[in-house]
């Protein structure tokens, strides 16, 4: 009988437990452990997670931000803005900021930032969770995790602030609250106060020079019949009541300004808001008026208020009880002051003493405004009431991204009230602005919690313990779309977004979200009894990340310090899978995974609390466990007598064992190693035409097993062998 020559040469369907060694296909694997078979022709040593270059140095442990401890699954981050973290910030950055938690305790657990190239900038958010959640928008980096820590804030500011005074431009990063403070009667920074001037400037302000304040100061006009501005009216039912708010960073591309809001300042909170007992009083019918922000020439503007981008002057009759506030006056720190309907800025000019104050300083003026404003509300301006604003000014979230220009945060806590099953979103552009009435409720009162939220296109994806819900927000209205049950995860470190959709694991599975639906991506390859052994079923242990520069999904099995470095491995191009157990040390708690610039997928962990970990292609030898299927050579009842195998390969190792089985993977006859080291491809056979053990059998399979070097390459398998025909 003629000799027969089987090869196996593609072993890119890789790790397939869910089916008999028997009923594999040919390019399917019963064991793949630390090699990476899913390239075709060819199949290499898999990737491990590395400590430390010259960009990802390790996290300090000495200072006021020391790296103490990890909570498992939590804590790094990463974002980018065009200015680095230096004082002041310079222009033209091209990285990004690895953002690590230091571990410290609730309340106290500061955020560290890591500014390549090896730059560590430690506490620049403070007083944060032991489980922060990140999310960034527009450079900017917003941080929670929890309903008691309050939620934190690390933005980039730059602004000329009054051009016409010697105030040094803000350019600076500051670390705060998302509360908007809002105006007061004296402190530095906050205070606002309201005046009226005469017709002539024969009036005196006085109590107007005070520091880093601004002075609102109304002008009526000397022309009789002019507007319809009367202040002859001394009780508070009968006049103008006046209210004011600080404008904070968040673009409005209606109003063409940073005008995220505070809550208003006014008549409720100081008398002399009221318009009858305004400070300077004339007697004035039917005029119109002027409005003139005014700051001392002294020190007008200090670091207290390099966070404010301008203020707003609202009035409301005084009769009308709690009638809404309309805009009357916009100051910009930039660009001026306008009046309300005006779309031209009145630029600010150092002025000399004027609208009845003796002091000089910095103004900006509006135009003529013939009436009290009745256009644009409060709520108009913002999309809320001034009741909508948390009492606190503050809203504590657990997880939280940006999707269509806007922030979604889950399972929330405001007002003192705990929403688990509650997303809050905000307004467009404003990041950090979330009120009680503008939510999202797809799943209420089912005993379970909002776990994590991902995006992809104009989806998103809520998740709780026991389902995941896909939300659509491509019009203002949201709208459940979708829900899987059974598909829930227990925290965001389970959840990664790659550029074909949302991949999230569980005990039952692993998901894909594509923007159209739901698969499981283990279907097929990894058995069910494998999968529910391995990931966590219980207690949240598992997470994953997306490895760009080979387009392959880590699902490291246990992220505690119990972990061994075991993970599957999924590949996004041909569909495959197989095993490590050595991407990791786990000698402490790992974070979650975050992807960083340059393709690098990091990892905080590992060997210890400070590491800084990226997946990169590996230098040490793995050990190695490579079997195919049992090869019944085309005939599973007939006889066979094995001749040779032969091997190609490059880069292998004395210790590299080869050996066949036949009976099915119970016990292996060695034929010797896969030893020669040469860089270049290399052939070796072994002679098994004298191997008893060999001879006159239905089936064998191979395996390769020891260590391999770094650079180790497999590119066929071949088995010549006699066919004897059935008997």
């Known amino acids: ?35 990476d078979p899913t390239s075709k022709g060819k199949v290499t040593c898999s990737r491990v997670f590395k400590q430390a270059d010259a960009n990802y140095t ?7 931000g020391n790296a103490v401890a990890i909570t498992t699954g939590y804590g790094l981050f990463a974002f980018a803005n065009d200015y680095t973290l230096a ?38 958010i403070s007083a944060q969770a032991t ?32 051009p016409s005074a010697s105030v040094t431009p803000v350019n600076d990063w500051i670390d705060a609250t998302q509360e908007k403070v ?41 022309t009789a019949s002019s507007g319809l501005w009367t202040n002859t009216n001394t009780a508070s ?18 109003f063409g300004v940073n005008c995220t809001e505070s809550e208003m300042f006014g008549v409720e909170d100081d008398a002399t808001w009221g318009g009858s007992q305004i400070p300077q009083e004339g007697s004035y019918t039917d005029v119109s008026i002027q409005v003139q922000c005014w700051y001392s020439e002294g020190t007008p503007i200090t670091t207290a208020s390099q966070d404010k981008y301008g203020a707003r002057l609202y009035s409301r009759y005084g009769g009308d009880g709690d009638s809404e506030w309309y805009l009357l006056a916009e100051m910009d720190m930039e660009k001026g002051m306008r009046g309300a309907g005006s779309t031209e800025w009145n630029a600010w000019e150092a002025a000399a003493d004027e609208f009845d104050h003796a002091n000089t300083g910095d103004t900006c003026t509006t135009g003529d405004i013939s009436a009290p404003p009745a256009l644009i509300t409060f709520k108009i301006a913002n999309g809320y009431s001034v009741g909508d604003i948390p009492t606190s000014g503050l809203v504590y979230f657990k997880t939280g991204l940006v999707a269509n220009s806007r922030a979604y945060v889950g399972n929330v806590k405001i007002n003192g009230r705990t929403y688990g099953d509650r997303i809050l979103k905000s307004p467009i552009f404003k990041y950090d602005v979330f009120t009680e009435d503008n939510y999202l409720d797809v799943a209420i009162n089912d005993g379970d919690q909002i776990t994590a939220l991902a995006a992809h296109a104009d989806r998103i994806l809520q998740f709780k313990n026991s389902a995941v819900y896909i939300i659509n927000v491509s019009k203002e209205l949201e709208f459940l779309e979708d829900e899987q049950q059974g598909a829930g995860v227990g925290w965001q470190a389970a959840v990664t977004t790659t550029p074909f959709g949302v991949i999230w694991v569980n005990q039952n599975a692993c998901y894909l979200y594509d923007g159209d639906k739901i698969t499981q991506l283990q279907l097929g390859k990894i058995s069910s009894s494998n999968w529910s052994d391995n990931i966590d079923s219980v207690t949240p242990k598992s997470i994953v990340g997306y490895d760009t520069i080979k387009q392959q999904l880590i699902v490291l099995w246990d992220a505690t310090s119990s972990g061994s470095g075991e993970a599957y491995i999924f590949d996004a191009e041909t569909g495959s899978w197989y095993e490590t157990d050595d991407i990791l040390v786990h000698a402490v708690n790992c974070t979650n995974m975050v992807n960083a610039r340059g393709d690098k997928l990091i990892i905080g962990g590992n060997a210890a609390v400070d590491d800084i970990n990226f997946l990169e292609d590996r230098t040490s030898a793995p050990a190695i466990d490579f079997r195919t299927k049992v090869l019944d050579l085309g005939n599973a009842e007939s006889r066979k007598n094995l001749l040779e195998v032969a ?24 034929l010797g190693y896969l030893s020669d080291t040469d860089a270049d491809i290399v052939v070796t056979e072994f002679d098994t035409s004298a191997t008893a053990a060999l001879q006159g059998k239905k089936t064998f399979q191979i395996k390769i097993d020891g260590y391999a070097i770094s650079g180790f390459e497999l590119s066929s398998i071949s088995l010549t062998y006699r066919d004897l025909g059935v008997h």
């Open 131 to 162: 489980t922060p959640c990140f999310y960034a928008a527009e450079g900017d980096l917003f941080c929670g995790g929890d309903h008691t820590s309050a939620p934190r804030s690390l933005t980039y500011h730059a602004q000329s602030q009054i």
């Open 647 to 670: 091997a190609v390969y490059k880069y292998g190792k004395s210790n590299q064992a080869f050996s066949v089985s036949t009976d099915d993977g119970k016990t292996f006859t060695a």
């Open 87 to 124: 004082n002041p910030p310079v222009a033209g950055y091209l990285g990004e900021f690895i953002v690590k938690a230091d571990g410290g305790s609730a309340g106290a657990n500061f955020i560290d930032i890591l500014e390549p190239a090896g730059t560590w900038l430690e506490s620049l």
């Open 1 to 35: 009988m003629p000799k027969k020559v089987f090869t196996l040469k593609d072993f890119s369907g890789g790790l397939v437990t869910d089916t008999s060694p028997r009923a594999l296909e040919d390019n399917e694997l019963a064991v793949c452990k630390n090699l």
């Open 182 to 222: 809002k105006p007061d009667a004296s402190t530095d920074g906050k205070a606002q106060k309201i005046y009226q001037a005469t017709t002539d400037n024969s009036g005196t302000i006085t109590g107007i020079g005070k520091d880093d304040a601004l002075n609102w100061i109304i002008k009526p006009s000397a």
């Open 237 to 254: 039912t009968t006049s103008y009541e006046f209210a004011a708010t600080w404008l904070y960073k968040g673009f409005d591309p209606i």
């Open 58 to 64: 390790d996290q300090p442990e000495a200072g006021t």
